[in-house]
């Protein structure tokens, strides 16, 4: 099992419409969560960190499920401009070795059709 | 642009040649971490530098190492390549204090051929 999964889509969405998709963790002891998006051939980039209470920023919406070990990204009235993949990335710090590591998921990529 | 630069943006690299990939940091982040992304996938963390010391490393075998600079600027050494190291490298910093010190910063990526 990947230590963090999603699913690969591609998701086609109207434009307007609200998507929204999971990413699993498998690591009880993950500290940190964050949704990147990529697209296609540049670099990945910021779109929210994942707090254990939700957090919403305009028309995204992340929230933090620990009991079920996943993260979700809601996006309400979509744009074509977010078509993109979108990647889930987990930290986790092993406190014995102080060993630090970012992993992240394969990406959900998102087409908005108009 | 996002004041992390990488070089060489593309470059190709035969069978069990050696390569040197670059990193500048942005200014004022001390940390810098590494990635490899193949075609379709999620990036791969290789490891992570703060203030020139390894804090961290992922699933890659020894002959990927790097070396990170007094000013913070690093170096990702891969030697023997094989056919499946071709991908996008790309880095990443962090501030490490201060508001967005959990923000990575990534580089455009430089893009291995292995033939």
């Known amino acids: 099992r990947k230590e963090v999964e999603q699913d690969p889509g591609p998701f086609n969405v109207p434009e307007g419409a609200t998507v929204a998709f999971n990413c699993t963790y498998s690591?009880?002891?993950?500290?940190?969560f964050f949704w990147y998006r990529q697209d296609c051939r540049k670099e990945p980039k910021l779109l929210m960190s994942v707090y254990s209470s939700g957090n919403e920023d305009g028309r995204f919406t992340a929230q933090l499920n620990r009991a079920s070990q996943y993260i979700s990204l809601l996006i309400r009235d979509s744009k074509l401009s977010d078509s993109a993949t979108y990647l889930c990335v987990v930290n986790l710090f092993s406190g014995e070795d102080s060993n630090y590591q970012l992993i992240w998921g394969a990406g959900t990529k998102l087409i908005i059709k108009p | 642009e996002t004041g992390v630069t990488q070089s060489p943006t593309h470059l190709i690299k035969t069978r069990g040649q050696q390569v040197t990939l670059r990193c500048s940091s942005q200014s004022g982040h001390n940390t810098v971490s590494w990635y490899q992304q193949a075609l379709g996938q999620g990036p791969q963390f290789i490891f992570q530098y703060y203030r020139e010391e390894e804090n961290g490393r992922g699933n890659f075998p020894p002959r990927f190492s790097g070396l990170q600079f007094p000013n913070y600027s690093s170096e990702l050494n891969v030697n023997a390549l094989e056919l499946d190291d071709s991908a996008l490298y790309l880095c990443?910093?962090?501030?490490?204090?201060?508001?967005?010190?959990?923000?990575?910063?990534f580089g455009a990526g430089s893009r291995l051929t292995v033939l």
């Open positions: 690591n009880s002891a993950s500290q940190s």
């Open positions: 990443a910093t962090l501030p490490g204090q201060g508001a967005g010190a959990n923000v990575l910063t």
